[in-house]
């Protein structure tokens, strides 16, 4: 049985689809339970539920063989993991962004609030700017509203929560979407199996 790990919350609908479009449908993944190892015995596939942050970790670990994740997770963890496949949905932009009317002070190191600490630190090291980093959790747009942070670095999907509190893109890092990534050991000893996902998934995206 081979082990796939499936992101839960946004992208796990749009993953699941394109699994279902391939024929690995699973009633089990689509009733909507806490279970988090769900066992598809028809395709001899047993998914595990886990937070998209981790499913790089339980891919590069050998927890799971086959996983789906974000470019995201994959640039911010550094996994060292198999990427075998653009999936073209959980499209996003990874960008710098803050109030409307922001103008930056260069003689202090910018405070930049976000999640993603390593894409950050990369990137403003890339373009030379001294920064200090004030990592956050998870409604990250609200550090420069409150002057927590002079700007965040975080992903831009539709662009409705940046404009709802009236942020804007300052500048872009880079664009992310869905990859489909296994485990590099993994790979060797089912290389079959795992080439014949990837192949089907390649016919619909
Ligand atoms: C993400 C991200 C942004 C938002 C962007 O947050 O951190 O806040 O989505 O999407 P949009 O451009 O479509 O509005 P998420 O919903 O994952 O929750 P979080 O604030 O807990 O990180």
Request: hydrophobic share 40%; aromatic share 6%; glycine share 4%.
């Amino acid at each position: 049985m081979i082990t796939f790990a499936l992101p839960k919350g946004r992208l796990a609908n749009k993953a699941y689809e394109l699994l279902k479009q391939i024929g690995y449908d699973c009633i089990a993944v689509e009733a909507d339970s806490r279970k988090l190892i769900i066992e598809d015995e028809k395709n001899d596939i047993r998914y595990i539920m886990v937070k998209p942050s981790d499913v790089s970790i339980y891919v590069e670990h050998k927890a799971a063989d086959i996983g789906i994740v974000g470019k995201d997770i994959l640039m911010e963890t550094g996994s060292n993991v198999y990427e075998l496949l653009d999936l073209k949905i959980g499209k996003c932009k990874i960008a710098v962004a803050g109030k409307k009317n922001y103008i930056e002070d260069m003689s202090v190191p910018l405070k930049v609030a976000t999640k993603y600490v390593k894409i950050t630190k990369d990137y403003f090291t890339r373009i030379n700017r001294a920064i200090e980093i004030i990592k956050l959790n998870g409604s990250i747009e609200l550090a420069p509203l409150l002057g927590l942070s002079d700007v965040i670095v975080d992903i831009v999907e539709t662009g409705t929560t940046l404009r709802e509190n009236n942020l804007t893109i300052l500048s872009e890092i880079s664009n992310s979407s869905a990859r489909f990534i296994a485990n590099k050991s993994s790979y060797q000893f089912m290389r079959q199996k795992i080439d014949k996902i990837t192949h089907e998934l390649e016919m619909i995206i």
